[in-house]
């Protein structure tokens, strides 16, 4: 149990923008492991961070995110209709627009290129 509690910390270090050295340093100390204990559970991620997350359905995953990127949006939309100086309206507006890319990015880029793909494809059996 130990090594799960490690590795969910692990990643909600990760996830708050600590570097892998911090992370290293502070869950050594406070799992009583060794440096190399948590390092190793970095190398070997792929292995474990799918099951500890119950990464097994990408299209839920997807969603969550999409989720995640509309609530931020929905708070900035907010923000930037209720605040009163001028920085924070712009902040706002900064904020809105990021995840106005971020969505675009995960949500409609795939499947255009991915539309894309199959047309080339088409066009690839037509030439011949």
């Known amino acids: 149990m130990t090594a799960v509690k490690r590795r969910l910390e692990l990643?909600?270090?990760?996830?708050?923008?600590?570097s892998q050295p911090e992370i290293v340093t502070e869950l050594s100390q406070k799992h009583e492991c060794s440096r190399r204990t948590?390092?190793?559970d970095f190398e070997n991620r792929g292995q474990w961070q799918p099951e500890l997350q119950n990464v097994k359905n990408h299209t839920q995953i997807?969603?969550?995110?999409?989720?995640?990127?509309?609530?931020?949006?929905r708070e900035a939309s907010v923000r930037l209709l209720t605040g009163?100086?001028?920085?924070?309206?712009?902040?706002?507006?900064?904020?809105?627009l990021k995840v106005n890319g971020k969505i675009y990015e995960i949500a409609v880029l795939p499947e255009i290129l991915n539309r894309l793909k199959e047309l080339e494809e088409k066009a690839k059996v037509v030439r011949r």
């Open 84 to 96: 009163t100086q001028e920085a924070t309206q712009l902040g706002a507006l900064s904020i809105m």
């Open 62 to 73: 997807l969603m969550r995110t999409v989720n995640r990127y509309e609530q931020i949006y």
């Open 38 to 40: 948590v390092y190793r």
């Open 11 to 18: 990643l909600k270090l990760e996830g708050l923008g600590f």
